[in-house]
């Protein structure tokens, strides 16, 4: 399994934060452009979804796959939005995402008073017990 | 790191300590605003903030599905009550539409200890309660009003926090290319 990067939104758009650890091609634009262009594609996703489903979608937009990467998609209730590109072969992203959100964004960043919501994550534990998680998910899941 | 150890087990500690607490940054607020007015509203902004985040807890931790009536709405925070206050609040007074009502307790933790002054009986004691209700709604889209309409600290039989969905929020359009 490999995990190519993390992009983690709030409900007004704003990128909390980004990391990438097996990335090889880069898209050729600054951060913010490339933040924008994925926040933008996800929204659209979201509505196309909701719009074109033929039964009242329960969960929405979950995941999609291209010939060489899967991109898996997770909102929090709260509208925090977790985008995690791995290899096309990975299972059950939906479940680790999830708990990423729990065991990692609300225990490092929500009940972490240095960190104010809705902007960007500066936290170094987060950053620390993020990259953590996916290592050892990576090492778990091969 | 002692975080990790006891992560994700409910700590459980005394409501005197919790109250006592609370008691302490009332009477704080009370000498740096010496005015009631500011403090209700200092307290029901740090209400707003505890409940942006506290909404995030709970979630995480009831694994919550997407509310789809406000009497649904109404259980969840029935039992995040239980979850954070240990207090079961009665549900009543639903208006005809089915978008406004009231949480009923015979004891308020916050309160416990507590008596008002005669010329402070324009505080919102609890008014902490109110913003932590408003800020978590929020968070899951809803923006509601909360009220007190019934102290036991002003002398009524109980307390009744009143509820009203305003409306749905959505979410953020992403902003076009300039």
Not at chain 1, 91 to 114: A, C, F, G, H, P
Request: charged share 25%.
């Amino acid at each position: 399994m490999s995990i190519h990067n993390i992009y983690i939104f709030d409900r007004m758009g704003t990128l909390l934060y980004y990391m990438d650890w097996n990335r090889q091609k880069n898209s050729g634009m600054s951060k913010e452009e490339e933040a924008k262009l994925m926040y933008g594609m996800l929204f659209s996703i979201k509505s196309f979804v909701a719009k074109i489903s033929p039964h009242d979608p329960k969960r929405g937009f979950l995941c999609y796959k291209t010939n060489k990467y899967a991109l898996h998609y997770y909102e929090s209730l709260t509208g925090i939005k977790f985008v995690l590109n791995t290899n096309t072969s990975v299972k059950n992203v939906r479940d680790l995402l999830q708990q990423l959100y729990k065991d990692i964004y609300v225990e490092y960043v929500v009940k972490n008073t240095e960190c104010e919501m809705g902007q960007p994550i500066v936290s170094e534990l987060f950053k620390v017990k993020l990259d953590q998680f996916i290592k050892q998910q990576v090492k778990t899941l091969q | 790191m002692s975080r990790q150890s006891t992560r994700l087990d409910v700590k459980k500690v005394n409501s005197e300590l919790f109250t006592l607490t609370y008691g302490a940054i009332v009477s704080q607020l009370m000498k740096d605003y010496e005015n009631v007015e500011d403090v209700n509203k200092q307290l029901d902004r740090m209400g707003y903030n505890i409940g942006v985040r506290m909404v995030e807890d709970f979630l995480a931790r009831t694994n919550s599905a997407r509310c789809n009536d406000l009497r649904e709405t109404a259980d969840k925070i029935q039992y995040a009550f239980k979850m954070y206050l240990g207090i079961t609040p009665a549900l009543t007074n639903w208006s005809a539409a089915g978008d406004e009502f009231s949480l009923t307790f015979d004891s308020n933790p916050l309160t416990e200890f507590v008596e008002l002054p005669d010329n402070y009986q324009n505080l919102k004691y609890s008014n902490v309660l109110c913003g932590a209700l408003r800020g978590s709604c929020e968070m899951v889209q809803m923006d509601v009003s909360c009220w007190f309409a019934q102290d036991q600290l002003k002398g009524d039989l109980a307390t009744e926090l009143r509820i009203k969905f305003n409306k749905r929020l959505e979410d953020a359009i992403p902003a076009g290319e300039d």
